[in-house]
């Protein structure tokens, strides 16, 4: 009997892309959005449980609303600090692995160099704070088998992200002011699910040591960059991208100046990062500009 895998949020991008990563794999793929299971509710979660009798469990149910986060704490902890906690507690009473994704705002993002998976904490926002708890929960209740994946600047088609909303705007702007003091790795949904089931693969052979990995694609830029490079794939003239400051674009959460993560974790499960962050764009985007046009 194959094994089975519930994948919670499955309604997102990033859902959406584990489940059509898993229907290549011999495994029963159990979609749960968030109408279907509610991940900080114990009893619906025992009953998930039980009914499916999970091998590894994806979470990829997240509250994602980093700005109404800072007014609304306690409900964005439930989703992503107790949620996790009560995915772990199940999945240690039936021997399932978790696999939890985290983010690049559990950090300060001040720091000049990539943040190894190691690296001290030091979260700035409600988001982040809200993320750090779902991890800390995890880890404590599976030192074996749990697995904290953080990621940052995801994009894909199956969702509303900046790559699409910069398709978008291109035939509606003449000009675009975007931030060029903020640095990260754009990272497509499709890799990240692809590397999130290698690693519960290799989990459930014991290949991969439990603990935190870091799953953004290699290289880095700028969301001027960003945008630039997205303008150039358009056909359109790149120059129509202005650099701004983040002064200029005040919001209610802060965002981390710096999100450049290390890799070097994957080695320990024998999965090699994700690859350079152009090279995944440029493959990605038929498919994002098919689903921002269609």
Not at 7 to 15: E, P, Q, R, S
Not at 204 to 218: I, M, R
Request: proline residues 5%; aromatic residues 8%; negative net charge.
């Amino acid at each position: 009997m194959s094994a089975v895998w519930l994948v919670t949020g499955a309604a997102g991008m990033l859902g959406r892309d584990v489940l059509a990563r898993l229907a290549g794999e011999d495994v029963t793929a159990v979609a749960a959005d968030r109408a279907a299971l509610d991940i900080a509710d114990p009893g619906a979660v025992r009953a998930g449980f039980r009914e499916h009798r999970p091998a590894v469990v994806v979470n990829c149910a997240a509250w994602t609303a980093v700005d109404d986060a800072e007014t609304q704490e306690d409900a964005a902890l439930r989703v992503n600090g107790t949620g996790p906690g009560v995915l772990a507690a199940a999945c240690h009473e039936h021997g399932a692995v978790l696999l939890q994704v985290s983010t690049d705002y559990v950090f300060a993002g001040d720091d000049g160099k990539p943040y190894a998976e190691d690296a001290p904490t030091g979260p700035r926002s409600a988001y982040g704070r809200t993320k750090l708890a779902g991890e800390q929960a995890v880890l404590r209740a599976l030192p074996d088998t749990g697995y904290v994946v953080r990621t940052a600047w995801l994009y894909g088609a199956g969702g509303g992200n900046f790559v699409r909303t910069m398709i978008k705007l291109e035939s509606v702007k003449d000009t675009l002011d975007v931030v060029n003091d903020q640095r990260g790795q754009p990272t497509w949904t499709v890799d990240l699910a692809d590397r999130l089931v290698r690693l519960g693969q290799a989990a459930l052979t014991g290949a991969a040591p439990a603990g935190v990995y870091h799953a953004t694609s290699g290289g880095e830029t700028t969301w001027f960059g960003l945008s630039r490079e997205v303008f150039r794939l358009l056909g359109a003239d790149p120059a129509r991208v202005r650099p701004t400051t983040s002064d200029s674009f005040v919001r209610p959460a802060p965002r981390p100046a710096f999100s450049v993560l290390g890799h070097e974790r994957w080695a320990a499960a024998g999965i090699e990062p994700i690859r350079d962050w152009r090279a995944a764009l440029e493959e990605a985007f038929p498919e994002l500009l098919a689903a921002e046009r269609s």
